[in-house]
């Protein structure tokens, strides 16, 4: 460290010159020196030091900005390019003196901590309360001036300390310095300010010093020193990003974070000046560490640290897990260092990081690859923006730096288009693993099951009469209703019977009773039907198909139908109609969780009640008529999900009175000559889908038929058992091989 504003002794200085030209490199004049140095600055008076120039009155507009922000407070000093500045602190004041001149505007409100800020020409002085500490630093054009909270346990800063023991030379070289003027500003050469200390007493205080520093010899394509700042207070949440701070270094002054074998004993006590503190021996041993590329390795540091920098990113990253751990993963191979340092730059810690490629020979280092720093969020981002169906894929970094693609894209196109990206991105050095699974390729089982009850009840009650008169030519006939037989009835009277008794005569749950004596002929008949009729239905039709094609299933038969010819001839042709269960579905997988199907079930069955009759050829044909139960939607489900897509719950009744006007209405004796008839049907439907996504099996044996475990029976076993299967063929169970389906409720 380098003190500033010491007494410049003329004739120390011209002594000095003097042995230093009489016998340049040896040890003697070194000592006469640096004893001739000591006794001019105990012995002489102090010289006043050079006399700033005047402030002119003409200079840039400084703004100045204050903040309050949790443990300090901010004072920033706006200048419109970079200025050197002295600072000395005070007690609990802090006065900044400017190299140039400027109009310094004040702002009306004082930051945390602060108890007021004035300025007088070049010079700022900011008055802190009680124990306060001060941190100031450039931030490009910029000064910062924070004043941090009292530390606890305390209500005085702690005095400076410095970042390595000094050495002989560096002390002689410091008060070598102290004696000279400081060189000319050099072109490139940027000021510099070390940080400024007082004592807890009060008594004597120390200004930084604003030293000149010579341009560094950088590597034009390196990249930037990697800076982590961690939590100002270290929170529990952890370390925090923030912008790194460059400090240039003083040519002459030791390094820091070399070890020491030794303790170095401190320079001795000069008056007028604060003792400089020498860190204890072995806290700042650099530590080797020896990475594989593409690993990492969490470390302990042995205090909590602010600011961790890594000096090339391109070999090793650092990732703060505490304020006493990082994690240190290992890029590409090389060399680099890590140094980790205190809230008052003190070091913490120093790695001494070595990155080895896969195969390396320990202790060789291979050359840097030119890969390009991509993280896998970034291939990602790209690929969801620019690849249709993106928003499924995941990209994942596995074994040496490899991306790994995974997740579900439409179709093989955009598969390709994805991997292209991820080599883009990646460069030409990384490989890149397609795990990725194609929509289109999903096949689709889709199972439909089809329950229906219907349920119809008739009752028919009523008096059916049949009565004849024939005598001399004359025939009188009386009918009621249309149940009487014709076998019931008289053959004498076949023509006026044939007329009366027609074609639709019951042919059930009929009593009846007949009289013939010469010209009478009289039937009656009473129709008491009871009918009740219980009809199921269960079909279960499963089809699978793959994503995005057409598929149909039918289990039934084909009746013909006849159509007129096209050409207006009589001719006729044959069509064929479909009925029984039949099922049309298009499924498009839309993720790996959802598809959408448009489907279409239906069960019809023949019916003699709908069937119409058609004149053909001096005859008639019948056409029956058709049940149908048909469903057409569009749904969207998971896999193992069930729906009920259609339903039907359809209760009717009727009821039907037939008689004889008049007759029918007489009280009592009217029940005679009526029918009545009362009907009632009931039906209960309904149509469950439940969609499966399904792979093939490689394994025949993985699938059953029912005809598996099946076994006829024997003649002895049907005659004598009135068995239909054969003994000791137990029935086996179709079952699924898993659970199916992804929800549970």
Same mark, same amino acid.
């Given at each position: ?39 001019? $600055? &105990?012995?002489?008076?102090? =010289?006043? !030091?050079?006399?700033? /120039? +005047?402030?002119?009155? @003409? *200079?840039?507009?400084?703004? %100045? ?104 030379? $560096? &002390?002689?070289?410091?008060? =070598?310095? !102290?004696?000279?003027? /400081? +060189?000319?500003?050099? @072109? *490139?050469?940027?000021?510099? %300010? ?110 909590? =640290? ?9 070999? @090793? ?429």
């Amino acid at each position: 460290m380098s003190l500033a504003h010491h007494t410049p002794v003329r004739g120390a200085t011209a002594a000095a010159d003097a042995c230093g030209s009489a016998g340049r490199g040896g040890l003697v004049p070194v000592l006469a020196s640096f004893s001739m140095l000591l006794l001019a $600055g &105990v012995a002489l008076p102090p =010289a006043q !030091a050079s006399e700033p /120039p +005047p402030a002119s009155a @003409a *200079g840039p507009q400084v703004g %100045v900005r204050t903040g309050s922000h949790p443990g300090y407070g901010r004072v920033v000093f706006d200048w419109p390019s970079r200025t050197a500045y002295e600072a000395e602190t005070t007690g609990n004041g802090l006065v900044i003196r400017f190299t140039e001149s400027g109009r310094i505007a004040l702002p009306g409100g004082a930051p945390r901590n602060v108890l007021g800020v004035t300025a007088e020409g070049d010079s700022v002085r900011i008055t802190a309360r009680e124990g306060a500490r001060f941190r100031h630093f450039h931030h490009g054009p910029k000064l910062v001036v924070d004043i941090l909270d009292p530390a606890q346990g305390g209500t005085s800063p702690e005095p400076m300390r410095t970042e390595s023991a000094p050495t002989a030379e $560096g &002390v002689l070289a410091d008060l =070598a310095a !102290a004696t000279r003027l /400081p +060189p000319p500003a050099r @072109a *490139g050469s940027r000021p510099a %300010v070390l940080a400024s200390a007082a004592p807890s007493d009060g008594g004597v205080s120390v200004r930084s010093a604003v030293v000149s520093d010579a341009p560094l010899a950088v590597q034009a394509d390196a990249p930037a020193p990697a800076v982590v700042r961690m939590a100002q207070s270290l929170p529990p949440s952890g370390p925090r990003m923030s912008t790194p701070l460059a400090i240039p270094v003083q040519s002459g002054l030791p390094i820091v974070g070399q070890a020491q074998a030794q303790p170095v004993p401190t320079a001795p006590a000069i008056p007028g000046m604060p003792q400089v503190m020498a860190p204890q021996p072995g806290a700042t041993l650099t530590r080797p560490l020896v990475l594989e590329q593409g690993a990492g390795r969490l470390v302990e540091l042995p205090a909590p =640290a602010l600011t961790v920098l890594v000096a090339d990113p391109r070999i @090793a990253r650092v990732q703060p897990a505490s304020p006493t751990s990082l994690f240190i993963m290992g890029v590409n191979a090389g060399r680099t260092n890590l140094i980790a340092t205190r809230e008052d730059g003190s070091l913490v810690a120093e790695f001494d990081i070595t990155v080895q490629s896969t195969g390396a020979v320990p202790g060789q280092v291979a050359p840097v690859a030119a890969v390009p720093a991509v993280s896998a969020g970034q291939v990602q981002s790209m690929i969801r923006r620019l690849v249709r169906g993106g928003q499924n894929v995941r990209v994942s970094m596995v074994g040496r730096g490899a991306i790994a693609l995974s997740g579900m894209v439409p179709s093989a196109a955009d598969a390709q288009r994805a991997e292209a990206i991820a080599k883009s991105m990646g460069g030409e050095a990384r490989e890149v693993i397609n795990n990725l699974t194609l929509l289109s390729g999903i096949q689709v089982n889709l199972r439909v099951r089809v329950a229906e009850i219907s349920r119809e009840i008739t009752r028919d009650l009523g008096f059916n009469w049949l009565a004849v008169f024939n005598n001399n030519g004359w025939t009188v006939g009386l009918r009621t209703g249309s149940g009487i037989a014709g076998t019931l009835a008289g053959q004498a009277v076949g023509g006026i019977l044939g007329a009366l008794n027609g074609a639709g005569a019951t042919t059930g749950g009929l009593i009846g009773a007949g009289y013939n004596r010469g010209s009478w002929d009289i039937n009656g008949l009473i129709d008491a039907l009871a009918q009740d009729r219980l009809v199921t239905i269960l079909a279960e039709p499963n089809l699978t198909a793959q994503s995005g094609e057409v598929a149909s299933f039918l289990a039934g038969g084909e009746f013909p139908v006849p159509m007129a010819a096209s050409n207006n001839s009589n001719a006729l042709t044959v069509e064929y109609k479909q009925f029984g269960v039949s099922l049309a579905f298009i499924p498009t997988v839309l993720s790996p969780e959802r598809l959408n199907m448009r489907v279409r079930p239906e069960v019809s069955e023949l019916s003699e009640s709908n069937s119409v009759v058609f004149p053909v050829a001096g005859g008639t044909v019948r056409i029956p008529g058709l049940t149908v139960r048909r469903a057409e939607t569009t749904i969207e489900v998971g896999s193992g999900q069930s729906f009920a897509i259609a339903g039907l719950l359809s209760r009717t009744s009727g009821y039907n009175n037939n008689g004889i006007s008049g007759l029918a209405d007489i009280p009592i004796l009217g029940t005679l000559f009526r029918s009545d008839r009362f009907r009632r049907n009931e039906t209960e439907l309904v149509i469950i889908i439940t969609p499966y996504l399904v792979r093939p099996v490689s394994d025949p044996q993985a699938l059953a038929t029912p005809l598996d475990s099946f076994r006829p029976a024997t003649d002895l076993e049907r005659v004598l058992l009135r068995r239909q299967t054969g003994s000791g063929a137990p029935y086996r169970q179709i079952r699924p091989p898993a659970a199916a389906g992804f929800i549970v409720e």
